[in-house]
């Protein structure tokens, strides 16, 4: 197939919202860190986006098949990754989620998302039954749990948690029995007071934190307070590209990583934040169109866990920054630095892309 024809059958609408979203993400990196330690860091976050582009397209180039036929594979990798960080002694800001090579480091669990989708969408492709049985839906759930409890002993819940929407589109995807959806809920409800007990210390403070911010301004409850301050201050057209006093007097915490989103916010005002969350509604619609055009259940159970992945990113990053929630390590897709997630994310466009340029039969 010619690449110009190869070209017109891709989604340019999905990957050029997606590239405009990583592009302001690039900048809003670059504002972050300008007036800090952290400036070498804008250049980083460019190479992980070119990286993650490149790997857009490998994700793109091999059918997604393939990728699910070797999807046992890439799981059993990701497990056993998962399984070393636990056995290391080493801390990176309090938990073992980073498996350092040379000057560089990489967070197993971002691509482990990935992973355990493939997994599961291999799964729905070789099961033709419309629901899933007790044993059926037993199974998918012990796919998504093994490595949640492995992300949790880290411990790292923010990254646990980030496999829920897997939970939620398998159950709905398989034709879950009420039953069934019952003992599901039953499950998370006993097991959220008994998970109070595992969490560390920090991590009951952020809760804390959450229900009452300012029983502690100057100490726990300072991150959530200057985020409300440099969100809010921003007004309708912002303090200007790189004119955020909270920014630049650095008051605000982890400002080119979880709590990007108050950049945008102080320095583009609200103009600038409709601009964003219009363009992530665009990409979920245009994704949501994929899955609905997938030729198989694979395909379609695939690209709707990916875009529940960034649902679920979008909606608990910008909640935390606004005090709607305890604040959690949940990256802004596409815009906060990191090249563990810029990749994972930049993956998952591969995958969505990948699923819609094949729903044409000559591929």
Excluded at 2 to 18: E, G, K, M, P, Q
Excluded at 108 to 124: C, N, Q, V
Excluded at 155 to 167: D, E, K, N, Q, W
């Amino acid at each position: 197939m010619s690449v110009s024809r190869t070209i017109s059958r891709l989604d340019l609408n999905l990957l050029t919202t997606a590239l405009l979203i990583a592009a302001i993400g690039c900048l809003l990196v670059y504002s972050a860190t300008y007036f800090g330690p952290e400036a070498p860091l804008f250049r980083k976050q460019v190479l992980w986006t070119l990286i993650g582009i490149g790997l857009m397209v490998v994700f793109i180039a091999i059918d997604y098949h393939l990728l699910m036929e070797v999807a046992p594979f890439l799981y059993g990798v990701g497990i056993v990754l998962l399984a070393y960080l636990l056995a290391s002694d080493r801390l990176t800001r309090n938990v073992k989620s980073w498996i350092h090579v040379g000057g560089f480091q990489f967070q197993p669990s971002e691509f482990m998302k990935i992973f355990t989708a493939l997994l599961i969408a291999k799964y729905f492709d070789s099961n033709d039954r419309a629901y899933l049985d007790v044993r059926s839906f037993a199974v998918v759930m012990g796919m998504i749990g093994f490595p949640v409890v492995l992300i949790a002993l880290q411990p790292a819940f923010g990254s646990a948690a980030s496999f829920f929407p897997l939970f939620g589109v398998a159950m709905f995807f398989g034709g879950i029995k009420p039953k069934l959806w019952l003992i599901a809920t039953l499950c998370l409800l006993v097991a959220a007071p008994i998970s109070w007990h595992f969490l560390k210390p920090f991590q009951k403070q952020r809760i804390a934190n959450y229900l009452d911010p300012t029983h502690d301004p100057l100490g726990s409850g300072y991150q959530v307070l200057q985020a409300k301050i440099a969100t809010g201050s921003g007004g309708i057209t912002g303090k200007g590209f790189l004119h955020g006093t909270q920014v630049n007097l650095e008051y605000l915490p982890a400002r080119h990583t979880d709590f990007i989103f108050s950049v945008l916010g102080e320095e583009w005002g609200f103009a600038g934040v409709s601009v964003v969350l219009t363009l992530y509604l665009f990409l979920i619609i245009e994704s949501m169109s994929v899955a609905k055009a997938s030729r198989d259940r694979g395909g379609t159970f695939l690209v709707l866990s990916l875009i529940c992945f960034f649902i679920f990113h979008i909606v608990i990053n910008v909640s935390m920054q606004i005090g709607l929630l305890p604040v959690t390590g949940i990256p802004l897709p596409l815009i906060s630095y990191g090249g563990s997630a810029t990749m994972m994310f930049f993956m998952a466009i591969g995958l969505i892309l990948n699923v819609g340029f094949r729903r044409f039969v000559n591929v």
